[in-house]
């Protein structure tokens, strides 16, 4: 009778502790806001995969792409209320956190993706990750898109050509300063609003990367684009510190280095998609792609190289010489 009582109290004691076995599975959102085809989408579905793969019954990562969690906007602010756990904006959406990363949207700052590499990858540009985090949020990597492009309703060879004109930006003062230094009027919009602002001519341009210009089909309602390089669109791999702390140390380890691995990935893609891509709206006949002589060039650079000073306060002379540097 005493081992029956035994085996049923021990029964009783496994299915109750099934449940919580199953609870202690560790969900990971992984909310962003561009299509799965770019950079950070591939990079992203690559982190779930490495993820499943490794920690099967552990930790899942569940992948919202296309804003259909939140936007850049909002995400940061979800995420220290533990709404999700992983995301990606662009850096210029952490100026409520820290103004130190303005710097990557100053124009012409950087000469090439391998300027910006050299210098996310040096001393510098690591201790920018966690540069946030006295505000609860822990930089993991950074994550390429590419350089950016000017697109408008008109062609755009010099400053004078932006005169009057209205660009979609992020959310950014350093980008709306670059367009007050060429006249124009910058208005700060959620990606997920660009195409249909500029397919009903609410504003007349924006600037974005090859990948993004051609997977969100902008260059369908772009007449125009001009290859000018003037800015790195990068992104910062965040999670809260809270949540990123509380993963037991062995699975936090196995976590970073999928990310790590999936971001290297990411990385390799946007190289790839700089090319393809802008050869595809190329091919496409539907928007004309400007390439600016070296002089044309420079007009941009002496028109928006001043907001460097402006900002310097913010970010910091010695950050600005160190991304300087980058280039040599």
Do not use: C
């Not at 510190?241 to 280095?257: L, Y």
């Amino acid at each position: 009778m005493r081992v029956l009582k035994a085996g049923v109290a021990l029964a009783a004691l496994m299915i109750a502790a099934a449940p919580v076995a199953q609870a202690k599975e560790i969900v990971i959102k992984f909310s962003h806001v561009v299509a799965e085809n770019t950079p950070k989408g591939q990079m992203a579905n690559k982190f779930r995969d490495l993820v499943a793969e490794r920690l099967p019954g552990k930790v899942k990562v569940e992948v919202y792409p296309n804003s259909q969690l939140f936007t850049d906007k909002k995400v940061l602010e979800a995420m220290l209320l533990g709404d999700v756990q992983l995301a990606a904006p662009s850096l210029s959406k952490f100026k409520k956190y820290t103004k130190k990363l303005q710097l990557f949207d100053l124009p012409f700052l950087f000469k090439d993706m391998n300027a910006v590499e050299k210098f996310q990858n040096g001393p510098a540009g690591q201790k920018l990750l966690q540069a946030t985090r006295k505000k609860g949020l822990i930089g993991l990597g950074y994550l390429h898109n590419g350089l950016k492009q000017l697109s408008a309703s008109k062609p755009l060879k010099v400053p004078a050509d932006a005169n009057g004109l209205k660009f979609r930006i992020m959310s950014s003062d350093v980008l709306q300063a670059q367009f007050e230094a060429v006249k124009a009027n910058p208005l700060k919009k959620p990606f997920s609003e660009v195409f249909t602002l500029l397919q009903t001519k609410a504003i007349d341009g924006q600037e974005n990367t090859w990948s993004n210009i051609y997977s969100k089909k902008f260059f369908e309602v772009q007449e125009y684009i001009t290859e000018s390089n003037h800015g790195a669109l990068d992104y910062m791999v965040v999670s809260s510190a809270e949540f990123w702390d509380s993963m037991p140390d062995g699975i936090r380890m196995t976590v970073k280095k999928s990310l790590d691995e999936a971001i290297a990935h990411g990385n390799k893609v946007a190289a790839g998609k700089a090319v393809t891509d802008r050869q595809k709206i190329i091919d496409s006949g539907r928007s004309k792609v400007i390439q600016l002589t070296d002089a044309e060039r420079q007009q941009w650079v002496d028109a928006m190289k001043p907001v460097w000073a402006k900002f310097e306060g913010q970010i910091g002379k010695d950050l600005i010489d160190a991304a300087v540097k980058s280039n040599m």
